[in-house]
């Protein structure tokens, strides 16, 4: 056994034993913050006969280094405030323990980051490329714990990174990994992918595969610009998913790549794309059969 070095207060009431790490805490403050420790140290009294420098032990399951956080946490309230988690899957996980012990403004906080950082909940932060950077691993992880932890405002936004970098004939994760996706999501992201694409060519993409003779009105050669949007369409579809989900497009390569599209259609496309991205944003969550955004907000208690 061995003292965790992080959380050891030498006037602690109790010793908290997970695997071979103690921790020692106020049994006071714990019991305050969470009622899963209330009722714990309340009503299933730590075993007598083992003790740790006179102070009860009670024994957790959970993983020593997670749980140093939601220690630190409980009993610092500005911890989590100034404490920057290195690691997007040790905040998932905390976000679990706080979940899991009912430690409600623990959970709050960290949910609020999760979308800060990493999942979208508006049409601005959706466009933000940034914030497709996590690896497929930790979409799925966030996947995994929005449905354990019933936050499901997390869901949309982390499926719909999961379509874009598997395919939806390859939504199987490598079996070395700790989160696999379930049949389910698989399911979803699967559909839920085939229906974005769909959505994505009537909407941001429609010039491109379902030009109308209004798309050309101010045009300067409806021929070669028909021509153009035909041959875009073709190195799109050779390029899904990444082709028709990237929510920015550098309008400067794609009239180098296009010559023969002149100017007023690439403007007028410009128009488009917007104005259907924004369409799929509001619609995202249906894609995945889940329900709208103000419900999952509603349901997720933000």
Not at 22 to 29: P, Q, R, W
Not at 148 to 166: H, M, N, S, T
Not at 249 to 259: D, E
């Amino acid at each position: 056994m061995q003292e965790s070095v992080e959380v050891w207060y030498a006037d602690g009431s109790l010793v908290l034993r997970a695997g071979d790490t103690l921790f020692s805490v106020y049994s006071g403050i714990m019991a305050q913050r969470s009622t899963i420790f209330h009722d714990m140290f309340n009503t299933a009294q730590p075993n007598p006969t083992e003790t740790y420098n006179g102070r009860p032990v009670v024994e957790v399951f959970d993983d020593p280094e997670v749980l140093t956080y939601l220690l630190k946490s409980m009993h610092d309230h500005e911890y989590l405030e100034l404490q920057v988690l290195p690691k997007i899957s040790r905040m998932l996980y905390v976000f679990e323990l706080a979940t899991k012990y009912h430690v409600v403004y623990l959970r709050s906080i960290i949910l609020h980051r999760l979308l800060e950082r990493f999942c979208a909940t508006t049409h601005a932060q959706f466009v933000d490329e940034t914030r497709s950077s996590a690896s497929l691993n930790n979409w799925i992880l966030i996947a995994n714990v929005a449905r354990r932890c019933d936050a499901p405002i997390l869901l949309p936004y982390a499926l719909f990174q999961c379509g874009r970098k598997l395919k939806p004939s390859n939504l199987v994760l490598n079996d070395a990994s700790r989160e696999k996706l379930s049949q389910l999501d698989r399911a979803l992201i699967a559909d839920g992918t085939v229906k974005l694409f769909q959505a994505l060519r009537r909407t941001a993409y429609q010039p491109v595969y379902f030009p109308s003779s209004d798309d050309f009105v101010t045009c300067s050669s409806v021929v070669n610009c028909r021509t153009g949007f035909s041959r875009m369409a073709q190195d799109l579809e050779d390029e899904i998913p990444q082709s028709l989900t990237a929510r920015k497009v550098v309008w400067k390569s794609v009239r180098a790549s296009y010559p023969n599209i002149c100017a007023s259609c690439i403007a007028r496309w410009r128009v488009s794309f917007g104005n259907g991205w924004l369409e799929v944003w509001d619609k995202l969550p249906s894609y995945f059969d889940l329900p709208t955004w103000e419900e999952l907000k509603q349901q997720s208690e933000l």
